[in-house]
């Protein structure tokens, strides 16, 4: 398999991965004032995952031609490029799995209506409805 056939795979493959990465980073940006824990776990997640998908492209067609420049063994080089994206891969999903299940945050007193209870200071009932014979 040539070089550029390779190279083309590799793209084809790990395309699916970016996009879903770049979808997941715009939907935390949506999402940032309705959950920003949440979209900031799941952003900063993504972010990881995608760094993580095209470093290890880069760094795949970049290492083969190091090698053979330098002398080094190829296996050794994707080797050490192997544990690195784990870790990265590691570290992105753990990103996103606490996005997952951070608890929610209580709702903001801005939402909704004002509602007082029977018991605050200051309670007064509401007028009786009017009766009808």
Not at 75 to 96: D, P
Request: hydrophobic share 50%; charged share 15%.
């Amino acid at each position: 398999m040539s070089a550029s056939v390779f190279d083309n795979l590799i793209l084809l493959i790990q395309g699916p991965a970016i996009l879903v990465c770049i979808v997941a980073l715009v939907l935390s940006l949506v999402r940032w004032r309705r959950h920003p824990t949440r979209s900031a776990l799941a952003f900063a997640g993504s972010l990881v995952l995608l760094a993580d998908t095209a470093g290890g492209i880069a760094s795949g067609l970049w290492v083969r031609d190091f090698a053979r420049w330098r002398g080094i063994s190829v296996v050794h080089a994707f080797v050490m490029i192997s544990i690195m994206n784990e870790v990265l891969r590691t570290v992105g999903l753990s990103l996103l799995v606490a996005a997952i299940f951070k608890s929610r945050e209580p709702a903001t007193p801005e939402m909704g209506f004002p509602v007082r209870m029977s018991d605050a200071p200051g309670y007064r009932p509401p007028p009786a409805p009017p009766r009808y014979r």
